[in-house]
């Protein structure tokens, strides 16, 4: 395989290609979910669209996954109202790591955090596997994540506003709501909302991954090849 970052060359030729690198997503989105529980399991406040997704499960009484499907999904309709590529393993990713989430919590892999000090640690660990997960499920080219394509889209719509702003507000809506419905909001969201894009720039120089060199492909694309045409 080409490195990923250097060329813009969708691989995703033949169904093989892309079935294997669809088990690479979801592989990596499943290990991604492990990121997620530990950043939870932290038990220092959550990452501000789990702070949603706990708000929802609190709420509704459901599981931690179901609602992140919901969310998931939801946001995944609205980048194709947007009109933004949608990939393949942009469903992949509002399933498994939700369900993983459920998974880890199930077989209780970590228990809670007891204090501030075990809680930092994890929650890092927890951000340093959230980073190196989505290079393994970026270099797929098979689509970004659902809420990084609805971010890339409000930001096309609002030219006059920087991404950053954008960004912050979506994430500040996604906090409020969860903390509405009573999710866990702390010193650990700020953390996650602050160290999340600093710990993921630094993965990405380490594997000499450039996420902009990366042509995604679209569903269509990958239904003509699975088709022959």
């Known amino acids: 395989m080409q490195k990923a970052g250097r060329g813009r060359i969708n691989e995703n030729r033949t169904p093989r290609d892309i079935l294997m ?3 690479l997503a979801a592989v990596s989105l499943f290990v991604n979910g492990f990121g997620v529980y530990l950043t939870i399991q932290a038990n220092m406040g959550a ?17 931690y996954g179901n609602a992140s499907v919901a969310v998931s999904l939801l946001i995944l309709l609205i ?6 590529p949608i990939g393949i393993a ?3 990713d509002a399933v498994v790591v939700g369900k993983a ?3 880890f919590n199930w077989i209780h892999a970590v228990p809670a955090a007891a204090s501030i000090f075990q809680g930092i640690p994890m929650m890092l660990v927890g951000l340093f596997i959230l980073a190196y997960t989505q290079y393994g499920y970026m270099i797929a080219s ?10 890339v889209g409000l930001s ?10 954008v960004s912050i507000a979506l994430l500040s809506t996604a906090t409020l709501i969860g903390w509405l419905l009573g999710g866990s909001v702390g010193v650990g969201t700020l953390i996650c909302a602050f ?14 991954f450039d996420a902009a060199g990366i042509l995604h492909q679209r569903l269509q694309d990958s239904f003509r090849i699975f088709l022959g045409k």
Do not use: Y
């Open 156 to 165: 096309k719509r609002m030219r006059k506003i920087p991404i950053g702003a």
């Open 79 to 84: 980048d194709i109202l947007l009109r933004e």
């Open 101 to 103: 989430v459920d998974f």
């Open 21 to 23: 690198h669809m088990l």
């Open 47 to 63: 990452a501000p669209w789990d702070v949603l997704n706990l708000g929802l499960s609190r709420t509704l009484g459901i599981l």
């Open 142 to 151: 098979l689509g970004c994540g659902p809420r990084d394509t609805l971010l």
């Open 90 to 92: 942009m469903f992949i």
């Open 195 to 208: 160290a999340t894009g600093p710990i993921m720039q630094f993965a990405f120089r380490t594997v000499h």
